[in-house]
């Protein structure tokens, strides 16, 4: 691989181009798919309520479709209920506003518990879904959470157009979020993303698989890695970035592990780093229809988490239960065994979002500034161009 040939991605352009097909989605979505509905979750009723008007605005401002539905979703009773059950609960919402506002979908009722009618569940399996998860707390930048940190002035390209509003972190995230669609291949799925980074890649090359949850990764070093989630890919993969989808399965899910445990379950690569989790998810096909089932008890779901003041996270608790090996340990957590049984037939696939290049480039780039692995302490290499968009993502964190 010629070195030369490896430039650094300037992250103002990709910027710059998901704006350009955001904006064009928005004025022109027979032309250019846009989405069908944008959910954010909130952490109180008050907090959904500000979320609603900001929806609003960027409705105004033509940064969402006049034929896209939005939402704010609260956390019930303003409880503390984790990313994962709130996935749940922003599903049902839509779910429940599909039957209010649309003729031809119902809810039936089955044992005295709400369920979905088969037309409610056709609608949803067929739509493209954008969900921000926006409901956390900011210790770092404490102002900011009655807003929201999604909600922060953020004046990347505000130069384009100087005489209009501060671009929003959200702007932004739905400029990034809009060109995903092209990988949905115009069927229905869920995409979602944190609403306390930008991600500034180019998300149009993205791939998912046709059945099944995928991640999108990033390759960084190990002081990060120790600090986030990581993703092991199968011990049969030798290439994590040189694949034609960029798609591997998820071997094992880890949170802030150590160095030991990092190089026990084999996720140091060839250079010495690991598999970022950037919270960034789809859901299609089989998988997407799981989810669907399973959010229509989530009212039941929830009150138990309530109850017991539990939560269930998205990274660790709804990710596991596509992952065979953490199976065992997800049937001791909180709703870990309903989890398994609705949602454990599907795979956990991983997008490894650097520029298309392979970590066993090493050689061939060997004269370009080597790292040491703290635990073998032998010199590897890894593409400059990886590097380069791995230090992109670290820039654009809000705390």
Same mark, same amino acid.
């Given at each position: 691989?010629a ?18 097909h955001?904006?064009?989605? @928005? =004025? ?11 959910? *954010? ?14 929806l609003? =605005?960027?409705? =105004? ?11 704010? @979703? ?16 922003a ?22 518990e ?9 609608? *949803? ?25 999604? %909600? ?14 501060v671009?929003?972190l ?13 990988? %949905? ?8 993303? +944190?609403?306390?980074v ?19 990764? @990033? ?15 199968? #011990? ?10 960029n ?6 899910? !880890?949170?802030k ?20 989790? +950037? ?14 089932k ?19 996270? !998205? ?17 001791? =957590?909180?709703?870990?065994l ?10 956990? %696939? ?15 780039? #060997?004269?370009?500034?080597? +790292? ?24 654009w964190?809000?705390?």
């Amino acid at each position: 691989m010629a070195v030369s040939a490896l430039r650094k991605p300037d992250p103002m352009d990709v910027l710059s181009n998901s704006w350009y097909h955001l904006r064009l989605s @928005v =004025r022109h979505p027979q032309r250019v798919p846009t989405w069908d509905a944008i959910v *954010l979750t909130a952490a109180s009723p008050e907090q959904a309520e500000l979320y609603e008007w900001q929806l609003s =605005r960027a409705k =105004r401002m033509e940064r969402i479709a006049d034929t896209t539905i939005t939402m704010a @979703v609260p956390d019930p009773q303003g409880a503390r209920i984790g990313s994962g059950a709130a996935t749940l609960s922003a599903i049902r919402a839509l779910a429940d506003y599909l039957g209010r506002n649309e003729p031809q979908v119902f809810l039936d009722s089955v044992n005295g518990e709400e369920s979905y009618g088969s037309n409610i569940v056709n609608q *949803l399996v067929k739509m493209r879904i954008l969900l921000v998860h926006a409901g956390g707390d900011s210790k770092r930048v404490p102002w900011a959470n009655p807003m929201g940190k999604a %909600f922060l002035p953020l004046p990347y390209l505000a130069e384009e157009d100087p005489d209009g509003p501060v671009p929003l972190l959200f702007d932004h995230i739905l400029a990034v979020s809009s060109c995903a669609l092209k990988a %949905f291949k115009d069927k229905g799925g869920l995409f979602i993303m +944190t609403g306390d980074v930008l991600p500034c890649f180019d998300s149009s090359i993205m791939s998912f698989p046709d059945d099944g949850a995928c991640v999108v990764t @990033v390759p960084t070093t190990l002081d990060i890695a120790t600090n986030h989630g990581v993703i092991v890919i199968s #011990s049969t993969r030798t290439n994590l970035c040189g694949s034609h989808k960029n798609l591997d399965i998820v071997e094992m899910l !880890l949170q802030k592990p150590s160095l030991k445990d990092l190089e026990n379950n084999g996720a140091i690569g060839f250079d010495g780093r690991a598999l970022l989790d +950037t919270g960034i998810f789809a859901i299609r096909g089989k998988a997407w229809q799981d989810i669907i089932k399973l959010s229509s008890a989530s009212p039941r779901l929830i009150s138990e988490l309530l109850k017991r003041k539990e939560e269930v996270s !998205l990274y660790e608790d709804l990710a596991a239960a596509w992952v065979s090996a953490k199976h065992e340990w997800l049937k001791t =957590r909180p709703l870990g065994l309903e989890l398994v049984n609705a949602l454990g037939d599907q795979k956990l %696939f991983t997008y490894c979002a650097c520029p298309p290049c392979s970590w066993s480039a090493a050689e061939s780039c #060997s004269s370009i500034s080597p +790292t040491r692995c703290p635990l073998d302490n032998k010199y590897q290499a890894p593409s400059k161009a990886c590097q380069n968009w791995t230090g992109m993502f670290d820039e654009w964190q809000f705390g």
